[in-house]
């Protein structure tokens, strides 16, 4: 028996050890999250905010990945709020994890009781750090800019849980 579940064992990892396949291949899925204490920027209208964000993606082509984002961000005490959903694309240089992208936002923004409606498009670029084969940490940096005031655009550090199956 012992034996048996030697020779299993060994032809899994061989298995797997041979597995040419990358997890930023076509017909591949993505499903990531960022944690509220794990989303940080700066705006001039919302200094720093807290948030929290869901994102789900799919690669058309290999390291090609079409990408739908969902996100509610709050300053502490509650005088800023935000309600973002978007939708774009990023792409990954290959197996290294290094990657870029951009989206187009909407956000709908409550500021001290005044509530603006705007289209925010945005720019980010990050590092996919693989824990296991299909799980990852997921540092980024990234631009938006704000169409209706320059104080709503901003710049600031995500870090998330992506999962590539």
Do not use: C
Request: aromatic content about 16%; cysteine-free; charged content about 15%.
């Amino acid at each position: 028996m012992t034996f048996a579940a030697l020779m299993m064992v060994a032809s899994m990892n061989a298995q797997y050890l041979n597995d040419s396949g990358t997890p930023f291949e076509q017909d591949k899925m993505y499903v990531a999250a960022s944690l509220s204490a794990a989303s940080l920027s700066y705006s001039k209208s919302s200094h720093f905010n807290i948030g929290i964000s869901g994102r789900v993606g799919y690669f058309f082509i290999d390291n090609l990945m079409g990408l739908g984002d969902v996100a509610f961000l709050s300053q502490n005490g509650g005088d800023y709020k935000a309600f973002e959903i978007g939708a774009g694309a990023r792409y990954y240089f290959d197996k290294v994890g290094i990657f870029v992208g951009a989206m187009a936002k909407y956000a709908h923004q409550t500021t001290l009781g005044s509530k603006v409606n705007d289209f925010q498009p945005e720019i980010h670029a990050g590092y996919a750090f693989f824990l296991g084969r299909h799980v990852t940490i997921e540092p980024e940096v990234y631009y938006k800019q704000s169409f209706k005031d320059s104080d709503y655009s901003g710049v600031g550090l995500r870090v998330g849980a992506g999962f590539y199956f």
